[in-house]
T-cell receptor
Framework: GAVVSQHPSRVICKSGTSVKIECRSLDFQATTMFWYRQFPKQSLMLMATSNEGSKATYEQGVEKDKFLINHASLTLSTLTVTSAHPEDSSFYIC??????????FGPGTRLTVT | GQQVMQIPQYQHVQEGEDFTTYCNSSTTLSNIQWYKQRPGGHPVFLIQLVKSGEVKKQKRLTFQFGEAKKNSSLHITATQTTDVGTYFCAGWRTGGGADGLTFGKGTHLIIQP
C-alpha cells in the first residue's frame, strides 16, 4: 500500500512552453500533497504545500504564478510550470501525506527545458 | 526558518567499514525522518523518530534521536555495496498551513570494494 505515482517521468520542452506534472496517490486519499524540487547532487527543497480544495501554500522565493498547483481531488495534485526556461530544468518530486507525519514520495519527474 | 544541517557531505569507505551521518536542526523537531536515495531514484523512507533519546535499529542500521530533539544520527555497521546512495535526514515543519519536510543536504555514501 501507500503508492504515489507521477506522470510523466521525463519531459523535454522548449523554452516558453508550459508543462503539467501529475501526482496521484493510488491506494489512499491524501488531503495534503507536497511538491519538492531537486537539482543535481543537491537536496530536496520544498516548493509548496497543496491542500485539497484550497489554495496551495508556497515557500518563500517560489513564484506562485510560475508554478501553478491544483489539488482538485483527494488523489490528484498537479504542478504546471508555466513559460518554462532552462533554469527550471530540475527533478520535481511530489509526496502525499496519508496521516500525521507519514508521507510517501512519487518517483519524480525530470524536466529538461531546451 | 528551520534549518537542518547534515554532515559529512561525502563519505568514502571501504566495504565492511562503518559509516555515520549526523544531522542537526536549528530548532526543536517534533520528529525526524531518514531517507535513502539511490542515484537516479527518488527518496525512500527509512524510519521516523519521535521520542527524545529514541534509538531504533534496522538490521545493520542504527538511528538515534537526541535528548533535546535537535540532532540525530544514522550509523551503518559493516557497509555493503548495496548501501551506496545519499542519506537524507528531514525534520517535519508545522504551522500556518505550510507543512512538509525540511531536508538536510544529505550525505553521499561511496563504497570502495
Amino acid at each position: 500500500g501507500a503508492v504515489v505515482s507521477q506522470h510523466p517521468s521525463r519531459v523535454i520542452c522548449k523554452s516558453g512552453t508550459s508543462v503539467k506534472i501529475e501526482c496521484r496517490s493510488l491506494d489512499f486519499q491524501a488531503t495534503t500533497m507536497f511538491w519538492y524540487r531537486q537539482f543535481p547532487k543537491q537536496s530536496l527543497m520544498l516548493m509548496a504545500t497543496s491542500n485539497e480544495g484550497s489554495k496551495a501554500t508556497y515557500e518563500q522565493g517560489v513564484e506562485k504564478d510560475k508554478f501553478l498547483i491544483n489539488h482538485a481531488s483527494l488523489t490528484l495534485s498537479t504542478l504546471t510550470v508555466t513559460s518554462a526556461h532552462p533554469e527550471d530544468s530540475s527533478f520535481y518530486i511530489c509526496s502525499a501525506r496519508r496521516q500525521a507525519y507519514e508521507q510517501y514520495f512519487g518517483p519524480g519527474t525530470r524536466l529538461t527545458v531546451t | 526558518g528551520q534549518q537542518v544541517m547534515q554532515i559529512p557531505q561525502y563519505q568514502h569507505v571501504q566495504e565492511g567499514e562503518d559509516f555515520t551521518t549526523y544531522c542537526n536542526s536549528s530548532t526543536t523537531l517534533s520528529n525526524i525522518q531518514w531517507y535513502k536515495q539511490r542515484p537516479g531514484g527518488h527518496p525512500v523512507f527509512l524510519i521516523q523518530l519521535v521520542k527524545s533519546g529514541e534509538v531504533k535499529k534496522q538490521k545493520r542500521l542504527t538511528f538515534q534521536f537526541g535528548e533535546a530533539k535537535k540532532n540525530s544520527s544514522l550509523h551503518i555497521t559493516a557497509t555493503q555495496t548495496t548501501d551506496v546512495g545519499t542519506y537524507f535526514c528531514a525534520g517535519w515543519r508545522t504551522g500556518g498551513g505550510a507543512d512538509g519536510l525540511t531536508f538536510g543536504k544529505g550525505t553521499h555514501l561511496i563504497i570502495q570494494p
